[in-house]
């Protein structure tokens, strides 16, 4: 007897036929229903925001304001955010004072057409629409961690700055939204290397779901006080995109709520690890390359024992990611050459996320169903499959009939919890 399961797999689904009896568990958010006007919503808790004054009392007439808004790798809705945002904006200031940058962190930046795809046609044709400039960032300080505190020149030149975002687990900064619009999102090369230096992640309290004493989230904070982040919109969905929590206000407070309200959404509780995980990488956006995927890669981990397999299914439509990201690993003849190569010498290219890769591929074999060619995923120390019932098959004979198993609908999007 089996069990069909429907894997989200770029903007559909993938089809895993799974042995009952060796199904341990499947780990899955709760399901929330969405708000039932999210405008609504959205102009209520501007107007009763958490731990500060209304939005319309935080801004003076003919401020410049900045809005901070996510890439195309995150599931944020701006496009139904922003028109009751930026409506009350121009209550007080008008619209050709208002600048939206689009925080890419150091991700490639978007061109026209997705702009518009992800913030709505007439965002893009009414207001100034930037990408962040890693080559336009200003020195405004230094963190205590000793992180380099560069920010993109038009956030700090700003009167007030206000951003949107998404609250998720994160795999080390604990959850995103909040503070992570500022760093990463409009940091430079610098901030990142020090924020996400080998020290930083390879710190123990630098796990998903986890903000008290995580280094990186709270350096995070010093850079985003410290750039002046006035005023945040932060969003939880559900699994059909929905907007089921608000949380505006105060980055730091609202932020905080969104992430307790996230944790009891996401946090499922496991007893045990098992041999074998099958998760995705939630599909789109976030399964668009393999830089992204590891983030469901990394989920898996939790629950998968040493020397288990981890079977990730990932459209990666747009290809590995990252150059340096792929080169760092094809230069390596194994994970521990990977983060050998991390630790020592001067950061390069994405190097945190190699680190975090090679710190699961020290422990699991990775499978992946993908679109990538067979010899990058080779490169990249994985085996390629074209259906999780052949990879399953092949983990059968390495692992035994009777391997135990955890699927992992969502990926990144579930917080597993280990009891024990």
């Given at each position: ?179 992570k619009i500022i760093?990463?999102?409009?940091f430079s090369v ?182 990538l060619e067979d ?46």
């Open positions: 007897m089996s069990i069909d399961f429907s894997l989200p797999y770029g903007d559909s689904f993938i089809n895993a036929r799974v042995p009952a009896g060796n199904v341990s568990y499947v780990l899955e958010k709760r399901e929330v229903n969405g708000i039932e006007n999210e405008a609504e919503a959205i102009i209520s808790s501007l107007r009763s925001p958490i731990s500060c004054p209304p939005l319309i009392e935080c801004i003076r007439k003919n401020d410049r304001v900045v809005v901070l808004v996510t890439d195309n790798t995150r599931a944020c809705p701006e496009d139904r955010m922003l028109p009751p945002i930026l409506a009350e904006l121009e209550k007080k200031v008008p619209s050709e004072n208002i600048t939206i940058i689009i925080a890419l962190g150091l991700h490639p930046p978007l061109d026209r057409e997705t702009m518009k795809k992800k913030l709505g046609d007439n965002i893009v044709e009414k207001y100034r629409v930037l990408n962040h400039d890693i080559n336009d960032c200003v020195y405004i300080g230094t963190t205590s961690r000793g992180t380099p505190i560069e920010i993109n020149r038009q956030v700090i030149e700003a009167d007030f700055r206000i951003s949107t975002g998404l609250i998720e687990p994160h795999f080390f900064a604990g959850f995103s939204g909040g503070r760093a990463p999102g409009v610098r901030s990142a290397y020090k924020n996400h230096g080998y020290d930083m992640i390879s710190h123990p309290l630098a796990r998903t779901g986890n903000l008290k004493g995580n280094p990186v989230h709270e350096d995070m904070i010093e850079q985003a006080r410290t750039a002046g982040l006035d005023f945040i919109v932060n969003v939880l969905l559900n699994r059909r995109g929905e907007i089921t929590h608000i949380v505006a206000g105060d980055f730091i407070k609202a932020h905080e709520k969104g992430c307790e309200i996230e944790s009891k959404v996401a946090g499922v509780k496991v007893d045990r690890r098992v041999d074998i995980s099958i998760t995705t990488n939630s599909g789109a956006p976030l399964d668009l390359d393999l830089y992204q995927t590891v983030k469901g890669m990394e989920t898996a981990s939790h629950v998968t024992r040493d020397g288990g397999i981890i079977i990730t299914c990932s459209a990666c439509n747009t290809g590995v990611g990252p150059d340096e990201f792929l080169e760092m690993h094809r230069s390596a003849q194994s994970a521990d050459e990977v983060l050998q190569k991390t630790c020592t010498g001067e950061p390069s290219g994405v190097q945190w996320q190699n680190q975090i890769l090679a710190h699961i591929q020290q422990r699991n074999d990775i499978y992946l169903i993908s679109e010899d990058i995923v080779r490169d990249m120390m994985m085996t390629p499959f074209r259906t999780v019932e052949e990879a399953l098959e092949q983990a059968f004979q390495v692992l035994g009939r009777d391997a135990t198993i955890a699927v992992i609908p969502e990926g990144p999007m579930v917080l597993p919890i280990l009891e024990g």
